[in-house]
């Protein structure tokens, strides 16, 4: 197994547009997750899934986000209507069950929004 | 009320020294994990700690569950500039399973 990937790595929109990112986790791990993290901060809860259902929703999140995870392998998050706040580093990150379980990150999916 | 705090912010020290930086909170916690951050990347695990008072080592770094299981810390012993990054604090509140994400500590290892 390669690790988590993101695609793309870099993503450059003019405001407005729509924008979908990609994460292919490890395979044997159940749960996925998505962060968000900007300059000198720890990454953001925005939301994760268990297999395909989505077990929970950042309440910071605007409606304009949506993630999937149709097959419980890989999962999109599409953001619609971008704005310039919208931009940061996207973390994508997949994890076993259980408390002693690490999380394993991908390298991240960078949004700049002009 | 912050629930997370890691100190310091941020810290540049010379090769060859040692550093402590900190992970404080008034919760107790199940578990905590930390985590290193090199520009660009993701985090990477380096350790999980379960019980109050347990001591990790992994080569020059001290990891230390404080005994309530609200607090942690990581020691490096003779920093090399390998281990410059944004180091991550991230704890298990008790009966929750999502992580909490400290804002990290930046430390830079000058050669």
């Known amino acids: 197994d390669t690790g988590v990937s993101q695609d793309p790595r870099h993503k450059i929109t003019k405001r407005g547009q729509n924008v979908t990112f990609r994460c292919d986790p490890i395979s044997e791990h159940n749960r996925l997750y998505w962060y968000r993290q900007t300059l000198g901060q720890g990454p953001e809860f925005l939301t994760y899934?268990?297999?395909?259902?989505?077990?929970?929703k950042s309440r910071l999140l605007s409606d304009r986000f949506s993630a999937e995870r149709p097959k419980g392998s890989f999962s999109t998050l599409e953001i619609q209507r971008t704005e310039q706040g919208d931009s940061a580093m996207y973390l994508c990150?997949?994890?076993?069950?259980?408390?002693?379980?690490?999380?394993?990150f991908g390298s991240g999916t960078r949004l700049t929004v002009v | 009320t912050q629930l997370l705090e890691q100190s310091p912010q941020f810290l540049s020290i010379q090769e060859g020294e040692n550093l402590t930086v900190y992970c404080n909170s008034s919760?107790?916690?199940?578990?905590l994990q930390w985590y290193r951050q090199e520009p660009g990347e993701g985090p990477v695990l380096l350790v999980t700690v379960v019980t109050g008072g347990e001591v990790k080592k992994l080569k020059r770094l001290t990891f230390q569950f404080g005994d309530a299981r609200k607090d942690s810390s990581l020691h490096i012993t003779a920093a090399q500039p390998g281990d410059t990054g944004l180091y991550l604090c991230a704890p298990r509140k008790l009966g929750v399973d999502q992580l909490i994400w400290g804002a990290g500590t930046k430390l830079i290892i000058k050669p």
């Open positions: 990150a997949s994890s076993l069950t259980g408390p002693s379980y690490g999380y394993t």
């Open positions: 919760s107790v916690f199940s578990s």
């Open positions: 899934f268990q297999n395909e259902a989505q077990l929970e």
